[in-house]
């Protein structure tokens, strides 16, 4: 059983780093563009699965890949509704909160988005809750740290300016989404 669960989330990670590949070949047609967003609304997610560079690309994919066997509790439905649910709610932020966001690519806001809610889901068991406690101030003072001193090392190794405000809104929405998460699971197991 166990192999089985391993064996799933090693295709569902391979098939996920496939598709961000192809669709990053054709970049322009996938990233976030503030005119014309709801025309095209499939940018809504597809801006968080591509990348501004191929190392940009392969920064987020290796973290996106350590992210199952960081937390490996967490069930491949986490995965596969984190990634459909996160990218919408960073999109929908920028277009409404931070309309000077003309042009985002990326996977890094869903990425914090994801380590954040599935570190917060961790804290109810009580073996892995020092370590999400962890992951958690990593996060915080990540955001800290960008927030006061900037991303420069990052911006000039991915040739791009590092948008701060999508790990923010990523940490947020994480967090909303966990909470939503764990307020269900309650309801459900109550019945």
Not at 59 to 85: D, E, G, K, Q
Not at 105 to 117: I, T
Not at 124 to 130: D, M
Not at 148 to 165: D, R, Y
Request: proline letters at 3%; glycine letters at 6%.
């Amino acid at each position: 059983m166990q192999d089985q669960f391993l064996i799933r989330k090693i295709v569902f990670l391979a098939v996920f780093v496939s598709f961000s590949a192809c669709l990053q070949v054709y970049k322009d047609a996938f990233i976030y563009w503030q005119d014309g967003l709801f025309g095209e609304f499939w940018r809504l997610w597809t801006a968080h699965w591509v990348h501004v560079g191929w190392m940009h690309y392969f920064l987020n994919m290796l973290a996106f890949i350590c992210l199952p066997f960081i937390f490996p509790r967490a069930s491949l439905w986490h995965f596969v509704a984190l990634l459909l649910a996160l990218p919408p709610l960073i999109s929908l932020s920028f277009y409404f909160f931070l309309p000077d966001i003309e042009a985002y690519a990326g996977l890094s806001g869903v990425l914090h988005g994801a380590y954040a809610s599935i570190a917060c889901v961790h804290l109810l068991y009580k073996r892995e809750r020092r370590f999400a406690a962890f992951v958690l101030l990593l996060i915080l003072s990540k955001l800290v740290w960008e927030n006061t001193f900037g991303s420069m090392g990052t911006a000039q190794l991915i040739g791009s300016p590092v948008l701060v405000e999508a790990h923010l809104l990523g940490v947020i929405w994480g967090i909303v989404l966990a909470v939503i998460y764990v307020i269900g699971s309650y309801f459900i197991a109550e019945k």
